[in-house]
């Protein structure tokens, strides 16, 4: 009570704040998480971590000189959860500095990436930027790449901190006022089982409209038929432009087309009727099926996908990318045969509006310069592999040629 009674709060708060997605706390802590969403401005939105409470929570502690510094992680630079917060802090013009480790690993143990974000609680004109290239060189002598920034170039939007030569590539790309997800129709995550080990079975053979396979749940091989398998690709099978379509894998899909033209799951007795086999291998694995997602997989869709996203657009023609890559990997299945899973692992599908062309779009994506501009705002993982979630990608500058204006890019004879 004297802090505040006597200097109107702390001069100074270091802290590394724990780092608790809600998803976890709500198992443990359901009415501790609701009583975050309702307190904190920055909690209101979405699955946050915690940690961004505690930076709300510091700069309310701090008297009109105070300051604060965190190490916390730096994905609510770009999340949409970390909105609210962004705000926050750029209408205060609060940050003054930020130390960026980007994929490099300051903790043993699991993979975090952090910053350490250092928050005055008067307003700073200036924010000061360091991209740590190598943790050693950084810790030894200080060495990272360095510029500032004006705080009124921060907003509520992503933070991405350009400075130098990668702001002045993102500056000449700003003429261009469409993106990608302007010119699709859907950017989407891939499906979601909660069972993989059960529904992606491993190929051996086809027996005419059958297909021998290889189940990981129950190490055993089975019989099933064809006409609920499909190839199977995952994130590693795509290159820029080249699919693998031999990829020895194939996912049990138990849906069906409705009459609006809807994916619906099929019935269980005309799976048990028309899908014997199927069926059988199914009710095999049953008690793990239904007791997926808390036991909410109970009752007559105990067969289901733990969730309904992709089922009615895994099967028409996309651009696919994988999640994760080390450069851009987009490639383009034309028929629509190929399924795939969201997550690690997986990747996302892109469908062009129509009058877009699935090749120029290809080739833009795959591009020297577009890889260039996500890899700039997209998260760095160990190993020099960037994220192509839909977050990051969704940004980038497409140029969409205009027939009534003139040529702006025709080349010089």
């Not at 501790?32 to 502690?61: M, P, Q, R, T």
């Not at 920034?149 to 939007?157: D, F, G, R, V």
């Not at 705002?377 to 205009?402: C, H, N």
Request: proline share 4%; hydrophobic share 35%; net charge neutral.
């Amino acid at each position: 009570g004297k802090v505040f009674k006597d200097n109107g709060g702390f001069d100074c708060i270091i802290g590394n704040p724990p780092y608790i997605r809600i998803q976890e706390m709500q198992q443990w802590a359901k009415e501790e998480v609701e009583l975050y969403k309702k307190i904190f401005k920055s909690g209101s939105k979405g699955n946050f971590d915690i940690y961004i409470l505690f930076i709300e929570k510091s700069l309310n502690l701090l008297n009109s000189e105070g300051a604060s510094g965190f190490i916390l992680p730096h994905k609510f630079f770009n999340a949409s959860y970390g909105e609210q917060l962004r705000g926050i802090l750029s209408a205060g013009k609060n940050v003054y500095e930020v130390v960026h480790f980007g994929h490099q690993q300051v903790f043993d143990g699991p993979t975090t990436y952090t910053c350490l974000l250092f928050l005055s609680k008067s307003p700073i004109s200036d924010v000061f930027v360091k991209r740590v290239e190598s943790l050693e060189a950084w810790r030894d002598n200080g060495i990272a790449v360095s510029g500032s920034i004006s705080s009124n170039t921060l907003s509520a939007s992503e933070w991405n901190f350009m400075f130098g030569e990668n702001a002045e590539l993102l500056n000449k790309l700003s003429y261009i006022k469409t993106n990608l997800e302007d010119v699709t129709e859907r950017i989407y995550q891939g499906l979601k089982t909660s069972a993989d080990k059960i529904y992606i079975l491993e190929l051996i053979e086809n027996q005419n409209n059958f297909i021998k396979v290889f189940s990981r749940q129950t190490e055993k091989e089975y019989l099933l038929e064809s006409g609920l398998l499909h190839p199977l690709m995952k994130g590693g099978d795509s290159r820029r432009y080249a699919l693998n379509r031999n990829t020895g894998l194939t996912i049990l899909f138990p849906y069906t087309k409705s009459n609006d033209d809807k994916m619906i799951l099929i019935a269980e007795s005309v799976l048990k009727k028309d899908f014997p086999n199927i069926y059988e291998y199914l009710k095999e694995n049953k008690s793990y099926l239904e007791n997926r997602e808390s036991g909410k997989m109970k009752g007559s869709d105990w067969f289901a996908f733990g969730r309904n996203q992709a089922l009615d657009v895994i099967s028409l023609p996309k651009i696919f990318t994988p999640d994760i890559a080390p450069v851009a990997s987009y490639s383009y299945d034309d028929i629509g045969d190929m399924f795939f899973t969201g997550g690690a692992a997986g990747g996302y599908g892109i469908i062009p509006k129509e009058g877009i062309s699935f090749e120029y779009l290809l080739g833009l994506l795959n591009s020297r310069l577009l890889d260039s501009v996500n890899k700039l705002v997209a998260t760095q993982m160990r190993g020099g592999w960037y994220s192509f979630e839909s977050r990051f990608i969704k940004s980038l500058p497409i140029y969409i040629p205009d027939n009534n204006e003139p040529e702006k890019f025709a080349l010089t004879k």
